[in-house]
């Protein structure tokens, strides 16, 4: 089978994908992968072959003149996956005039697939990946976006239609109509839904890689919607440190991170959390720069502290006593599929959700804030390792990923959507 993988030039949008690309490579499917230039590398070194496009390096575009917010938020979206849209999908309509794939996987917030999918002429099945929390319209009525739980009372179900009126005012409907601006352009006919339930809901397949247990009832689902637990991790571009092996392994590791996006300013997370375990000698503080120099970080580093631009999370978090993040998708799936209890501290991008979602999951504490305080950080890493239940939550998830083979269920999805679209073909013909 000939395989066309579509990517967000972002890196937790870019590894999900190239993990996909490798179980079909891996089997003997051809695999062509098209993201921006920067990844090509990476893109090779995984084995698959690459087909650069141009991004204007928009997915990693940052509103830095205005405050933390719904304009910033919508701004920032606009700019990083919408207005790629057109740049996008002439891509793929080259990439499939000459390679003709049976297939064409895409990252959810590759958006070039959404004229394919609008349009009334021939195509590939066409697959999505999923690489964040389940973006789904709530049954609830909650906005999207702002980190609620599942309402359990009347009362908060009104108060969540009130927030949604003003979320869907300030951020999902202008998205919305960007959108629908860009499609228009093309001759297309705008979105069925808000671009987010559209994206689910209009491919021939909806992967999600996470497990039931760590989303919120929804309802009926979509009937194209799969939950598929976690891919395979790639294998690490980086060694262990030399540290890691000689460290004192009585000492309980706290992983601090914030990821490789929203980490212009350490001073959010990564700093509060190496000064809130400042003199806990009793434990060792990893934290990474995600690729930012190490020098990045101010101030004297703690002597329970060890810091690297990157660590292989695969190796290292069986052996993690808590992760401490931001809230990205991809590190705290691969924590609670370690049974890796969290502390998240996060608002920024798709962050507030899936903090939300370990808060009520019950497997860690949400701060939800982007700088939480120092005295706070301090109490809520105390208290999860400190309390059993979080661990034990954390490891009846991590029961629930290992009851998922991904690779097998992400294979055996795409091989049915091929079917099903060819008899659909053999059918109309």
């Not at 608002?347 to 979602?357: F, M, Q, S, V």
Request: with cysteine; net charge negative; aromatic share 6%.
């Amino acid at each position: 089978m000939k395989v066309l993988i579509a990517a967000t030039a972002l890196t937790g949008h870019i590894n999900p994908l190239l993990s996909l690309g490798r179980c079909l490579a891996a089997r003997g499917d051809g695999v062509v992968m098209t993201t921006a230039e920067r990844f090509r590398e990476k893109v090779e070194a995984a084995g698959l072959r690459f087909s650069p496009y141009d991004d204007g390096d928009a997915a990693a575009y940052r509103e830095t003149d205005l405050p933390a917010g719904p304009e910033r938020y919508r701004r920032e979206f606009a700019r990083r996956f919408i207005d790629p849209i057109p740049v996008q999908a002439e891509a793929l309509r080259r990439l499939v005039a000459a390679e003709r794939p049976d297939v064409i996987v895409a990252g959810s917030l590759f958006l070039g697939v959404l004229p394919m999918l609008l349009a009334s002429e021939p195509r590939p099945p066409i697959i999505v990946l999923n690489v964040s929390f389940l973006f789904l319209d709530r049954p609830d009525d909650a906005p999207v976006g702002l980190g609620l739980p599942p309402a359990r009372t009347d009362a908060e179900r009104a108060h969540y239609a009130v927030l949604k009126a003003g979320m869907d005012a300030a951020f999902v409907d202008p998205v919305r109509a960007h959108a629908d601006a860009q499609l228009a352009r093309l001759g297309l006919p705008p979105l069925p839904a808000s671009l987010p339930h559209s994206i689910a809901v209009l491919p021939d397949l909806f992967l999600q890689p996470t497990v039931p247990d760590f989303e919120y009832d929804f309802g009926t689902l979509p009937p194209n919607l799969r939950f598929v637990g976690l891919l395979p991790a790639l294998s690490a571009a980086v060694a262990l440190p030399d540290w890691w092996q000689a460290r004192d392994r009585a000492k309980p590791v706290v992983l601090v991170t914030q990821g490789t996006l929203a980490n212009a300013d350490f001073g959010e997370l990564v700093e509060p959390t190496l000064a809130a375990l400042a003199e806990r000698d009793d434990l060792l503080v990893v934290a990474t720069t995600g690729g930012r120099p190490v020098e990045a970080l101010r101030g004297p580093l703690p002597a329970n502290a060890r810091v690297a631009p990157f660590l292989p999370f695969d190796a290292m978090l069986p052996e993690v006593s808590l992760l401490v993040t931001n809230g990205g998708y991809g590190s705290v799936s691969q924590a609670l599929a370690a049974g890796v209890p969290i502390v998240s501290a996060g608002l920024t991008e798709d962050k507030a959700e899936i903090g939300a979602r370990i808060g009520w999951s019950g497997a860690g504490l949400n701060l939800a804030t982007n700088a939480p305080a120092i005295p706070a950080l301090r109490e809520a890493i105390e208290t999860v390792l400190a309390q059993p239940r979080y661990r034990a939550r954390a490891a009846s998830l991590a029961r629930a990923f290992a009851g998922l083979d991904a690779g097998s269920a992400v294979l055996a999805g795409i091989d049915e959507a091929v079917r099903t679209r060819s008899s659909l073909r053999g059918i109309a013909a």
